[in-house]
C-alpha cells in the first residue's frame, strides 16, 4: 500500500536550518508529483511547496521561496524540503503528500504521519 | 492569492443531524474544490475531489456541490466518528490554499 514517512524535524534556534525527508513505498514513485504543506500547532493546512515527477519546475509559496528548496531522488524513493532561515512562525508540522493521479499535484490523497520542526531560541 | 472564507469555525451537532459547512472563493474558481477530513493527531484524509465526487471508500452520508464561489459540504446524519475538523482547498491556482476549517463536535 501507498506509505510515505516524514523524518528530519526537530527543535532549531531562529535562523537555522533544517532538511526534511519524505520516503516513499507502495507505488511508481517516479510518476507522482508530491507536495509538502504544514500545520503550526492548532491552525490550518498551508501549502509549502510540490515537485514535479522528474523534478523539474518546483512551486513555492511566497514564505518559502528564497529560504526553502525541494528536491528528490527517484532512486531513492525519496523527496527532501531543505529549509534555511528559519523563523518562528516556521513551527509546524510538515507532512508530505501525494496526489491521486500520477503527473497531478492538486489533489492530494495520501499523506504522511508529519514531522514536527519547532524554531525556538 | 486565492482566498477561501469557511464557515462556521466551529459546530455543535447532534447525532443523526444534517451538518452543512460552505467554503467561499474570492474568485470564480469552478470546481476546483476539495474537501478533507482531520480527526485529532491525524493527516488529513481526502473525502470529496472536483467539488462532488465523492473519494472510494468514502461513506456516501457526505457530499459536496457548488461552482463558481459558493461551496457546501454536506454530512447527511452525523456520526460518532464524523467527530473531526474539516477544510476546502482550491486548486484553481498556485499556491493551493485551504479554508481555516471547521471543526464538528457532538451536541
Known amino acids: 500500500q501507498v506509505q510515505l514517512v516524514e523524518s528530519g524535524g526537530g527543535l532549531v534556534k531562529p535562523g537555522g536550518s533544517l532538511r526534511l525527508s519524505c520516503a516513499a513505498s507502495?507505488?511508481?514513485?517516479?510518476?507522482?508529483?508530491i507536495s509538502w504543506i504544514r500545520q503550526a500547532p492548532g491552525k490550518g493546512l498551508e501549502w509549502v511547496s510540490y515537485i514535479t515527477h522528474s523534478g523539474s519546475g518546483p512551486q513555492y509559496a511566497d514564505f518559502a521561496k528564497g529560504r526553502f528548496t525541494v528536491s528528490r531522488d527517484n532512486a531513492k524513493n525519496s523527496v527532501y524540503l531543505q529549509m534555511n532561515g528559519l523563523r518562528t512562525d516556521d513551527t509546524a508540522v510538515y507532512y508530505c503528500?501525494?496526489?491521486?493521479?500520477?503527473?497531478?499535484?492538486?489533489?492530494?490523497?495520501?499523506w504522511g504521519q508529519g514531522t514536527l520542526v519547532i524554531v525556538s531560541s | 492569492d486565492i482566498q477561501m472564507t469557511q464557515s462556521p469555525s466551529s459546530l455543535s451537532a447532534s447525532l443523526g443531524d444534517r451538518v452543512t459547512i460552505t467554503c467561499q472563493a474570492s474568485?470564480?474558481?469552478?470546481?476546483?474544490v476539495n474537501w478533507y477530513q482531520q480527526k485529532p493527531g491525524k493527516a488529513p484524509k481526502l473525502l470529496i475531489c472536483d467539488a462532488s465526487n465523492l473519494e472510494r471508500g468514502v461513506p456516501s452520508r457526505f457530499s459536496g456541490s457548488g461552482s463558481g464561489t459558493d461551496f457546501t459540504f454536506t454530512i447527511s446524519g452525523l456520526q460518532p466518528e464524523d467527530i473531526a475538523t474539516y477544510y476546502c482547498?482550491?486548486?484553481?491556482?498556485?499556491?493551493?490554499?485551504f479554508g481555516g476549517g471547521t471543526k464538528v463536535e457532538i451536541k
Open positions: 474568485q470564480d474558481i469552478s470546481y476546483y
Open positions: 507502495g507505488f511508481s514513485f517516479s510518476d507522482y508529483y
Open positions: 482547498q482550491q486548486y484553481d491556482n498556485i499556491p493551493l490554499t
Open positions: 503528500a501525494r496526489d491521486k493521479v500520477p503527473g497531478s499535484y492538486y489533489r492530494p490523497d495520501s
